[in-house]
């Protein structure tokens, strides 16, 4: 997955606190304009109990800025003017700093999290009365067209009541 060309852009409203003394509130708007990014991943399967759950493989991600059209603004008291000095002297530092996070992110932290999270809770999702079970059959298939997934898919009902199907809608017991 790829895309180019696209714009961001982040507002954070920022206090500054030194122990419990608030010293300023700021503004700080980023715009990043001309961002890139490539996005490869692959989908397999990973033991959980009995059965197989979804699993992320982020084989590589890539994020790239034109930084000379991209731009941190602070705005908000005499600190934060201060402070906007060193991001303009540092500008190009700390976009690459935040490229390498990001990056870092989506390959390391983002893929653990998703699949420890399917670790955690199972293969089965819970909402209201139904659960869903989408444990894994079989591992999902790629082509360049589109991503088939083999699951249970089954829907059943917590208390134990059955479902009645109606021609017109489904009742619930």
């Given at each position: 997955m790829a895309s180019q060309d696209q714009e961001?852009?982040?507002n954070l409203d920022l206090k500054i606190y030194i122990k419990k003394i608030r010293l300023s509130k700021c503004h700080v708007e980023v715009k990043i304009k001309d961002l890139d990014f490539f996005l490869e991943t692959a989908f397999d399967t990973q033991p959980v109990g009995t059965e197989l759950a979804p699993k992320l493989n982020i084989l590589d991600f890539k994020l790239g800025m034109d930084r000379s059209h991209s731009e941190i603004?602070?705005?908000?008291?005499?600190i934060p003017r201060l402070v906007g000095l060193f991001v303009d002297l540092?500008?190009?530092s700390i976009f690459k700093k935040v490229i390498s996070e990001i990056e870092s992110a989506v390959t390391g932290t983002l893929q653990t999290d998703i699949n420890q999270f399917?670790?955690?809770h199972?293969?089965?999702?819970q909402f209201n009365?139904?659960?869903?079970d989408f444990a894994q059959l079989q591992t999902p298939k790629v082509t360049d067209e589109n991503i088939q997934?083999?699951?249970?898919g089954t829907f059943f009902l917590n208390s134990g009541n059955g479902i009645k199907l109606n021609s017109s809608?489904?009742?619930w017991n």
């Open positions: 961001l852009t982040l603004k602070i705005t908000g008291g005499i540092f500008h190009r399917f670790q955690e199972g293969t089965q999702y009365e139904v659960t869903f997934f083999f699951m249970n809608a489904v009742n």
